[in-house]
């Protein structure tokens, strides 16, 4: 099992990417986002009291992502490996995932990090708004909060990460095909 994390701002192509590679290297493809967005459009009670959250552009609690990562970890053994898509987002929530895959005797094997210039993050999620209808895309001060709380509360994971010799950064700049190859450039090194 080789287990990744792929990393980086609000619009810096994590679940664009993450779809691609979990295709080419057979990994199971984990995003808290997607998870917490099918709550929503399935009318549940965990997606009624998360959506306000989501929509202001803050962090849901840390406890209500561990516990679906939890529970999606436990569901899907067997396969070639996890790529964690926008989880974790707090140290504590990385502390938690080590856990879990600790116990399940497997660990993080690499933290690839797209770094992104701000202008391009924000004109990125605007565009999608055009199409997605996401209300964290629509509102450029919601976008603007998302990428504060990612500096403030989810870059942390990176100093983190990189003590643990973890830390790959990939340039996140240019076409999704260009993008692609670089961070397959790297996967593979472990793969
Ligand atoms: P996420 O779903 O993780 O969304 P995101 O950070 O906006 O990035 P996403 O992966 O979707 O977009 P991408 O960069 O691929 O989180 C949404 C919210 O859920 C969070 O704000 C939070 O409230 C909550 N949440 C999720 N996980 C959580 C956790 N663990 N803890 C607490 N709260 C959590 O792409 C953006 C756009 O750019 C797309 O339209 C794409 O087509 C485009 N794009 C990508 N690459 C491009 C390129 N190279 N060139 C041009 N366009 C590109």
Redesign the pocket.
Known sequence: MVNFLIF???????????VRLAEKFNLVHL????M??AEISAGTELGKKMSS??AK????P?EV?IEMIAARIDKTKGSAGFLF??????VA?TVALEKMLNDRGMKIDSMLVLDVEHDELVN??I??AE??GRP??KDPAVIEN?ID?YRSKTEPIIDYCRQKGLYQPVN?M???DD?FVRLCDQMKKLI
């Not at 980086?8 to 993450?18: A, F, Y």
């Not at 898509?85 to 707090?90: A, E, H, K, W, Y």
Request: glycine share 20%; charged share 25%.
């Open positions: 980086g701002p609000p619009g810096s192509g994590k679940g664009t990417q993450s995003s808290t986002g997607d917490l967005r959250i989501m552009g803050e962090l849901v840390d992502v898509d926008g989880f974790p987002r707090t929530q990125r999620l565009l999608r199409q997605s964290d895309d998302r709380v996140g240019g076409t999704i993008i």
